[in-house]
């Protein structure tokens, strides 16, 4: 099951070149030389503290070691995050999370998300980001660890 905003647009759409229509789709070995963004070790543990936060220890422990699959859609020119769906089971632990969870998480990542788009993700018509993550549920800190030196 596909959890999604109705007003979202690429949810079901191809990642494609604009200017050719051809679908970006690197080889392992080109990964590194195509990637779409530039690496921001900080913002992604934003992301993931985002998710982690948004559940109750409680909830978490329903959870076990299943994941909830999120992606998010990122606009190519400014790498902020536009859209966002998250993919589960219908029998999945996550099935039975109010909506308002999801929405927390989305208008979050939406308000604090931005990666750099690099000469390659601007060519795209969007950028995706996707993962899977078994949230820790809401931590004592309030701020974001930062990225170890």
Known sequence: MTLYNKENKWTYEDMIY???GKYYAPSIYEEKKLNPIIDDEYMTRKVLFIIDNAFTKDMTKQFGENELHTTMYLD??????VEVNFQFTTFSPYAQI???VYRNIEVQLKEKISYAPTKV???LNYIMLS?????KGASEFSVVPSPSN
């Open 131 to 135: 993962w899977g993550q078994t949230p």
């Open 121 to 123: 993700g601007k060519q």
């Open 76 to 81: 190519p020119n400014t790498g902020k995050v």
């Open 98 to 100: 109010p909506l308002s």
């Open 18 to 20: 604009k200017s050719t």
